[in-house]
C-alpha cells in the first residue's frame, strides 16, 4: 500500500520534511486549521514513530482517526491506539506516538492553547524497544 490508498478522512498532506529530524520514517502533515487551537493531521508510513518529546504548558490531544498505531509515556507500557480512540496527553508529560510495524497511522494532533507554550524533542525510540511491540 503506498500514501495514496491509505483511506482516511482527512487529507494526506504533503511529506513532513520540516519535523523529518523528529521522525523515524515517514510521516505526512496536513495542518487542518491554525485559528484559535492548532490541529493537524498526521500520518505514518508502517514502523514511522516520532521522537520521545515533551509539551511544555499546553499539552496535547490526539484523535485516532485510521489504522493502528501506538502512544506510550515515558516509564509506562505502550498503549495500542485504533480508529475513535482518544489520548489526552497533559503538559509536561514525555511521551511519543506513531504507527505499529505493520500498518499506516493517522491522528489529528490537537494543541491544547497556553501561554508560552512549547514542544521540547528528545531522543528517538529505540529500535529495539520498538520492534518488541506486535
Same mark, same amino acid.
Given at each position: 500500500?503506498n500514501a495514496n490508498e491509505f483511506e482516511q478522512t482527512f487529507p494526506l498532506? %504533503? ?7 523528529? +521522525? ?26 516520532n521522537n520521545w518529546h515533551i509539551h511544555h504548558k499546553g499539552g496535547q ?17 505502550? /498503549? %495500542? ?23 499506516? +497511522?493517522?491522528?489529528?494532533?490537537? %494543541? ?9 524533542? /528528545? %531522543? ?8 518488541k511491540l506486535k
Amino acid at each position: 500500500m503506498n500514501a495514496n490508498e491509505f483511506e482516511q478522512t482527512f487529507p494526506l498532506g %504533503e511529506k513532513n520534511d520540516a519535523y523529518a529530524q523528529f +521522525f523515524v520514517g515517514q510521516s505526512y502533515l496536513k495542518m487542518l486549521t491554525t485559528e484559535r487551537v492548532g490541529i493537524a493531521n498526521v500520518t505514518f508510513e508502517p514502523g514511522c514513530r516520532n521522537n520521545w518529546h515533551i509539551h511544555h504548558k499546553g499539552g496535547q490531544i490526539l484523535l485516532c482517526t485510521a489504522g493502528r498505531g501506538y502512544y506510550q509515556e515515558w516509564g509506562k507500557p505502550a /498503549l %495500542e491506539m485504533k480508529p475513535g480512540d482518544v489520548i489526552n496527553i497533559p503538559p509536561e508529560v514525555k511521551h511519543w506516538h506513531g504507527a505499529a510495524p505493520n500498518s499506516w +497511522f493517522s491522528h489529528l494532533a490537537v %494543541e491544547v492553547p497556553a501561554e508560552d507554550a512549547s514542544n521540547e524533542w /528528545l %531522543e528517538a525510540v529505540s529500535d529495539e524497544d520498538y520492534n518488541k511491540l506486535k
